[in-house]
Each structure stands twice: as structure tokens, then as C-alpha cells.
């Protein structure tokens, strides 16, 4: 991607490997969960992550906040490689890259009440002492929406979506710029995921906050995302304005899950046909060559199996990967139709 001043976030082809088993006798096997992710996050905006389980979304998330060792590769926040600084230095830049996990009742540590749970942060980097930090708790309390009442409470005494306001308060204690939300309302009743999702968006214009927003369901994603950006075990796939990835997407993978989401008009919704990929997804230890979808890509042909292809702009800021289609031949369909096998090969 280019380099730009606008953008606050940019990964160079990020790699993030684990080694899994291995002893004296045999060799350990190496699981490639991020494999070469290159994409600019831009000041103010949200850059939605989607695709499916075990494909390296919330590993590339802990990746870019160094929750997760990077195994090669530039993560650049203000064009500084924090992929490559000390700890300290990266402790030092934690205060403006923040996360939302994604299990509200696994992320609060059940012994504190939310006045230290929400103060932690405050107190760890000397924003304020001593009765300043809890009236600055009962603030961003009632930010997210939560009564300043509740803050000798314990997360055991608070509902899914009331906790998941205390991680998003902890998360904005420390008056961060970029946050990552790692599938923030998958846990969530239908009801008050709606809630969060427009307390994220009011967050995000009070405070000109930056989101990498994570998440499997493609309506969320819709919603809140500027831009999407499509994850298959481990690469990115498509990349474009969120409504523009919605309404005309080129990528095989892209148009099968989109095609997943339901349509609230019912007359259209029984006349649409639905893309069903088979197979399951390959696993990471030992991925496809070639392209990583060709496996269970209805428009596969040999050159997929020999070329791994680049993400390249196929239209003006829409980016695909995909040897099928090109600038001039954009609509893999078409290319299927008219007989056409790897565009510039």
C-alpha cells in the first residue's frame, strides 16, 4: 500500500508464525496464521476485518497491538515500526493503541469492581491519583452509558452488554487513537448488539477514535465498517469501500459470504441464490500452494494451484486477489463464461 499521511495504521506484509509440537525426534510443524498481510488503516475511519473461523482475524488484530509476537514483516503506527521497538518503548505506546475483547465475561477479572477494573489503566500510566482517578471512572461511566452508581460493583453483577460497556470504558480510559474491537458483540443478544454497535459509533465521533473492527457477522460489519478488507487463512483476498464490497464484490470468497447475508426484504430474499463453498477451510499448518482458496474456488483452474496472486486495484481503491480477473476483465463470471483462464499470465 501507499504511503500516506493520513494513514495511522499500515501493515507490509506481516507475518505472524507458530511453532506447534516438534521434540528430539521429530521436527515441529509451523502454523501460518497471518501470512503476508499488507493494508493502510486511515485516521478516523473503521476498516472492517471479516472471513471465517480460524482464518487469522483476531491473531492479525493482537499482532498490530504486540499482544502477539510478529514473526517478520512492518506493523507502522505513525510510520514507526512498532513491530521492532523494545518493551518498554512499546509500553510506552500501549496508552494509544487500546483493544475490545471479545468475551465480556472472560476479559474482566472477576476479584476487582469496576472502579479498579476501569481505573487499572488510568492509574498504570499517571493520568491521575488518588480521588481524581475514581471521578474519572465515574466519567467514562457514564460515557458508555453505565450509572456512576455501579462502580463498587463486580462484573458478576452485570449482564453481557453491561460488561462489554465496562471493557469499552477501560478500553477509553486512557484516551487512545486507535482501537482494535475484536468481535465486540458476537457474545451479544441480537438487542443489544444494535446498542453497542451506535455506542461504538458515537464514541467514535466524539473522540476521533480509529477502528479495526473484527467480526464474522457481515450485517455488523456493514454497518459500522468505512472500508472491508477479506481474510482467508491468513491473506487478504479483497479489499474495498464497505458498500462497494457489498454491492459488487469480484473475489470468489467475497461474493460467498456476502451472499450468506440475509436480505429483510422477503421477496427477494426467496429469490436469491445463495454461493455454498465446499469443503472446510485448509488449515494453516499445511495451506494450499498457489492461491490458499483454489480448494473450494467453483472457478478454479490449474494456474491457481502453481500462482499465488497479489492484491492487486482492480478498480479505483478496490483491490482483489484473485489470477482470474484484471482491470479489464474485472467480473470472474463473465471470464468463466467467455472461457478465459489466468488474466496476464
Same mark, same amino acid.
Given at each position: 500500500m501507499e504511503e500516506n499521511g493520513n494513514n495511522l495504521i499500515s501493515l507490509q506484509n506481516l507475518k505472524v508464525h507458530f511453532k506447534i509440537g516438534g521434540g528430539f525426534f521429530k521436527e515441529a510443524k509451523v502454523v501460518k496464521a497471518v501470512d503476508g498481510v499488507s493494508f493502510d488503516i486511515k485516521r478516523g475511519e473503521t476498516l472492517g476485518l471479516v472471513g471465517e473461523s480460524g482464518c487469522g482475524k483476531s491473531t492479525l488484530g493482537k499482532a498490530i497491538l504486540r499482544l502477539t509476537p510478529?514473526? *517478520?514483516?512492518? +506493523?507502522?503506527?505513525? @510510520?514507526?515500526?512498532?513491530?521492532?521497538?523494545? %518493551?518498554?518503548?512499546?509500553?510506552?505506546?500501549r496508552k494509544n493503541l487500546q483493544m475490545i475483547f471479545q468475551d465480556p465475561y472472560a476479559s474482566l477479572n472477576p476479584r476487582m469492581n469496576v472502579g479498579q477494573i476501569i481505573g487499572e489503566p488510568i492509574q498504570t500510566f499517571g493520568l491521575q491519583r488518588g480521588k481524581s482517578v475514581e471521578a474519572m471512572v465515574q466519567d467514562l461511566m457514564e460515557t458508555v452509558g453505565m450509572s456512576r452508581r455501579f462502580v463498587k460493583r463486580y462484573p458478576h453483577e452485570f449482564s453481557g452488554g453491561q460488561r462489554q460497556r465496562i471493557g469499552i470504558a477501560r478500553a477509553l480510559a486512557v484516551d487512545?487513537?486507535?482501537?482494535?474491537a475484536d468481535e465486540p458483540i458476537s457474545a451479544l443478544d441480537? *438487542?443489544?448488539? +444494535?446498542?453497542?454497535? @451506535?455506542?461504538?459509533?458515537?464514541?467514535?465521533? %466524539?473522540?476521533?477514535?480509529?477502528?479495526?473492527?473484527?467480526?464474522?457477522?457481515?450485517?455488523?460489519?456493514?454497518?459500522?465498517?468505512?472500508?472491508?478488507?477479506?481474510?482467508?487463512?491468513?491473506?487478504?483476498?479483497?479489499?474495498?469501500?464497505?458498500?462497494?464490497?457489498?454491492?459488487e464484490s469480484l473475489h470468489p470468497y467475497s461474493k460467498a459470504l456476502i451472499s450468506a447475508v440475509p436480505v429483510p426484504d422477503p421477496e427477494i430474499e426467496a429469490k436469491r441464490e445463495r454461493i455454498i463453498l465446499k469443503g472446510d477451510v485448509p488449515s494453516p499448518i499445511n495451506p494450499?500452494?498457489?492461491?490458499?482458496?483454489?480448494?473450494r474456488c467453483p472457478y478454479m483452474i490449474e494456474e491457481c494451484k502453481r500462482q499465488t496472486p497479489s492484491l492487486v486495484e482492480i478498480k479505483p481503491n478496490h483491490f482483489a486477489a484473485c489470477v482470474r480477473i484484471s482491470s479489464d476483465r474485472p467480473n470472474i463470471e463473465a471470464n468463466e463464461k467467455d472461457g478465459l483462464g489466468a488474466i496476464g499470465s
Open positions: 510478529i514473526t *517478520s514483516g512492518r +506493523a507502522m503506527y505513525k @510510520n514507526r515500526d512498532i513491530a521492532n521497538i523494545s %518493551e518498554s518503548e512499546m509500553l510506552a505506546q487512545p487513537e486507535f482501537i482494535v441480537v *438487542s443489544i448488539q +444494535a446498542q453497542i454497535m @451506535n455506542l461504538m459509533e458515537r464514541l467514535q465521533a %466524539e473522540k476521533n477514535l480509529t477502528y479495526l473492527f473484527i467480526s464474522h457477522d457481515l450485517r455488523a460489519v456493514r454497518h459500522l465498517s468505512d472500508r472491508v478488507a477479506v481474510l482467508y487463512l491468513g491473506k487478504i483476498v479483497e479489499l474495498a469501500d464497505g458498500k462497494e464490497i457489498y454491492k494450499p500452494s498457489g492461491c490458499h482458496f483454489h480448494t
